[in-house]
């Protein structure tokens, strides 16, 4: 047997909790039973007391040699006593005392009360009680006693009855230790079965889900969750392979066919510059596609490099209505700038921010035809900074909202092509407002445009 196995560990827990509480109780009943029977034999003597005092009333007192010859005439039923005068000398003794060679001597300060004591010999240990009376005007000292091992039998009966029935009950303990620990965690052994069995060619498969209203149907359902997770993110993973397998593949067919092209036949000098172009165009998208993939691939590994630093956010707010404006004039779109703050104080990296907004214009001038009008704006409250990129252009319909900030995904993959978009965009325009604790929200209306804001935490100087 395993001996850290969960299954051992619950067994031997029973075990020690059971024999623990069996100990515990035999030593509360042993205890219990004991004092019951001090408590019985007390009572008893006080009874007997009480007996012989009336005796003495009944039948004398006379002087001590009556006493003493009344209380011979019924030594003979076996009572333990002793009667001693108002001195302290002995009257009279039991024959059940004298024989076991108690001595006769009465305990000195007793007042009317009743006091308990032991006494007797080494071989017949009493119990005593005594009380001082006064019968008839004549002051005796009562003594009654009972041999101390008078209900010793009771006890040791109950201890022997312990001791031989302690090992069963410690057996059946074990016993149903191993029973309860087995019971209770079969059901673990067949979650953990299932859970074997899922490997990553069968990831849409799930564990069995008790209906038993308890914790094991709640781990089967956090298992489930997780497997659900785990698929969700492995299907992730297969599509961004296979959708940048596919943007790759575009670019490169496009650089080996100029390169073959070229080389087919002899070509002139202008041709093969024409040629050579081509290729460095879009050797230049492959690498800015490459950096891309490479800066997502970062951010999924939570490696991200983008180092923070209090910055005024206000000049990028500016520099970015400067590139927008520069880049409408030939979509005859117009630009402007709202900055409704002197300073924008926030903590972030700027190549990265400015990378940020160069998206949001970038997408806000592509998306907006011309006649419209592009802003960028920048506020400042209490607590947060914002920054937004507002256009007029074509807007973005309900369905496709959830969907834009996925990787590759484009509402019009053909434009988007010839627009130059990969569909990366605003996954790591999102990705980059994640790394500074900002939120990247988008509000769109189709025909009338859209406005991507950036919530930033504001930076306490
Ligand atoms: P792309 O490289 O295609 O611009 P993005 O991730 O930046 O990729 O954007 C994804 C898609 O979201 C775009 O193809 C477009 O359909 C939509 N989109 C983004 N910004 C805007 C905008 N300002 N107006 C309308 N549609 C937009």
Redesign the pocket.
Same mark, same amino acid.
């Given at each position: 047997m395993n001996v850290r196995s969960l299954k051992f560990r619950l067994a031997l827990w029973y075990f020690a909790t059971v024999a623990a509480i069996c100990l515990l109780a035999a030593g509360g009943y042993w205890l219990g039973i004991r004092s019951s029977l001090d408590y019985a034999l007390d009572q008893g003597l006080r009874y007997r007391l009480m007996g012989l005092r009336q005796y003495l009333e009944d039948v004398g007192p006379g002087g001590n040699t009556e006493i003493a010859a009344r209380l011979n005439e019924i030594s003979y039923l076996g009572d333990l006593y002793q009667v001693f005068d108002g001195e302290g000398a002995l009257i009279a003794q039991s024959n059940g005392l004298a024989r076991h060679g108690v001595v006769g001597k009465a305990p000195s300060g007793l007042g009317p009360g009743i006091r308990f004591d032991t006494g007797g010999t080494n071989d017949f240990p009493v119990r005593l009680a005594w009380q001082r009376v006064t019968i008839r005007g004549q002051s005796l000292v009562l003594g009654v006693a009972d041999p101390q091992r008078k209900y010793e039998g009771v006890l040791t009966a109950f201890t022997s009855v312990l001791l031989v029935s302690a090992p069963f009950i410690l057996a059946l303990a074990t016993a149903c230790g191993v029973w309860l620990g087995r019971r209770a965690l079969a059901p673990v052994a067949r979650i953990t079965e299932g859970a074997r069995a899922i490997t990553e060619t069968n990831l849409s498969a799930r564990l069995a889900v008790p209906d038993s209203q308890d914790e094991l149907q709640q781990l089967s359902e956090t298992l489930n969750a997780m497997l659900g997770r785990i698929e969700e993110s492995f299907t992730r993973t297969r599509q961004f392979t296979a959708d940048a397998s596919h943007e790759l593949r575009a670019p490169m067919t496009l650089i080996y066919t100029a390169a073959q092209h070229s080389l087919r036949r002899e070509r002139s000098r202008e041709e093969l510059v024409e040629s050579m172009q081509k290729i460095l165009d879009e050797s230049r998208r492959t690498v800015a596609l490459v950096d891309d993939l490479l800066l997502l691939a970062r951010g999924d590994a939570g490696r991200s490099t983008a180092e923070l630093a209090p910055i005024d956010a206000a000049s990028l707010v500016r520099d970015a209505a400067g590139q927008a404006t520069a880049m409408a004039v030939a979509k005859g779109i117009q630009a402007d700038l709202h900055l409704e703050a002197d300073t924008l104080p926030i903590r972030a990296n700027e190549a990265r921010l400015r990378r940020l907004l160069l998206?949001l214009v970038d997408?806000?001038l592509?998306?907006t035809p011309a006649g419209g009008r592009v802003t960028v704006s920048g506020s400042s409250d209490g607590a947060e900074v914002t920054i937004a990129v507002a *256009?007029t252009?074509?807007?973005?319909s309900p369905a *496709?909202l959830p969907h834009?900030f996925e990787r590759f995904?484009?509402? *019009?993959r053909v434009r988007?092509r010839e627009t130059g978009?990969?569909?990366?965009?605003?996954?790591i325009a999102r990705q980059i407002a994640d790394e500074h604790n900002a939120r990247l929200d988008v509000q769109?209306e189709v025909g009338h445009g859209?406005v991507?804001t950036i919530r930033f935490p504001k930076a306490v100087s």
């Open positions: 998206i997408n806000a592509k998306f *256009d252009g074509t807007g973005i *496709d834009i995904w484009r509402a *019009d988007s978009g990969t569909g990366l965009g605003l996954t769109s859209s991507f």
